[in-house]
């Protein structure tokens, strides 16, 4: 899980909110929170990615198109603490609202063309949302 914690942050911004109403302050105060990168505990959980501390990417280019793949672990680090439970994140621990009004994240990636005659870019952009 925490190798792919910011493609994590990706998944949960492009998904749907799971329920229409954040969780309840009496269940999220019931749970345990985990910060980043300790090992989460069974059942549920909180989890905090905290503020300054890195934040692994593993990038993976895989398929049957290619000959050989490759592999990176990349660290990025948040400007302040954020809180993960399922489709909800917070930026404070208590005010809960579904992620994609949190974070927006936008992935583009070029390949080598006549377009685009350099080397490949995946470019991954993740931008407070502005709603």
């Known amino acids: 899980m925490s190798r792919h914690a910011l493609f994590g942050l990706a998944a949960l911004s492009l998904a749907g909110c799971a329920t229409m109403f954040p969780p309840s302050a009496e269940k999220m105060s019931s749970l345990p929170v985990v910060e980043f990168p300790a090992t989460p505990p069974a059942g549920e959980f909180i989890f905090k990615l905290a503020k300054d501390k890195p934040v692994p990417a593993r990038i993976v280019i895989e398929g049957t198109a290619l000959a050989s793949g490759a592999e990176q672990t990349l660290n990025a680090t948040l400007p302040g603490d ?3 439970y399922r489709n909800w994140i917070s930026e404070d621990g208590k005010t809960w609202k579904p992620a994609n009004e949190v974070i927006d994240v936008r992935i583009a990636i070029s390949l080598p063309s006549d377009a685009h ?5 995946i470019r991954v952009t993740v931008d407070k949302a502005k709603r």
């Open 82 to 84: 954020l809180y993960i």
């Open 117 to 121: 005659p350099k080397p490949g870019e």
